[in-house]
Nanobody
Framework: QVQTAESGGGSVQTGGSLRLSCVVS????????MGWFRQVPGKEREGVAT???????AYADAVKGRFTISRDNAKKTMWLEMNNLKSEDTAIYYC??????????????????????WGQGTQVTVSS
C-alpha cells in the first residue's frame, strides 16, 4: 500500500520560508500524482498543490506565487518550497500520492478523496 512521510515543518515568522519534504513508498514506476494538503484543527483538510509525473503543477489560489511544488521521481520524493509565509499558512501539512487517476486529472480535489493512508503530517507555524 502507498505510504507517505512528511518532514521539514517548523516555526517561522511572517515573511519567512520553509521547505517541506515527502517521501512516498509502495508505488511502482513514475506515473503517479503527488500533492500537498493542509489542515487546521477543527477545519476540513484543504488542497495546496499537486504535481503530476510530467512535472505539471497546480496550486490553490491562496498559495500561488509563494509556494513551489517539485518532485524527484528517482528518489520518490516531493518538496514544497514555501516563501513569504503568512499566519494563515499555519497548519499541519500532509502529502499524498496516487496512481491510475482517471483522465490523469492530478488535482487536489481528485487526489484528496482517493488517498486513504494519511500520515502524521508536519506542523507549520507562522507567527508575527
Amino acid at each position: 500500500q502507498v505510504q507517505t512521510a512528511e518532514s521539514g515543518g517548523g516555526s517561522v515568522q511572517t515573511g519567512g520560508s520553509l521547505r517541506l519534504s515527502c517521501v512516498v513508498s509502495g508505488l511502482s514506476g513514475d506515473s503517479y500524482c503527488m500533492g500537498w494538503f493542509r489542515q487546521v484543527p477543527g477545519k476540513e483538510r484543504e488542497g495546496v498543490a499537486t504535481i503530476d509525473s510530467g512535472g505539471v503543477t497546480a496550486y490553490a489560489d491562496a498559495v500561488k506565487g509563494r509556494f513551489t511544488i517539485s518532485r524527484d521521481n528517482a528518489k520518490k520524493t516531493m518538496w514544497l518550497e514555501m516563501n513569504n509565509l503568512k499566519s494563515e499558512d499555519t497548519a499541519i501539512y500532509y502529502c499524498a500520492a496516487a496512481q491510475g487517476i482517471p483522465g490523469g486529472y492530478c488535482y487536489t480535489r481528485v487526489l484528496g478523496p482517493l488517498y486513504k493512508q494519511w500520515g502524521q503530517g508536519t506542523q507549520v507555524t507562522v507567527s508575527s
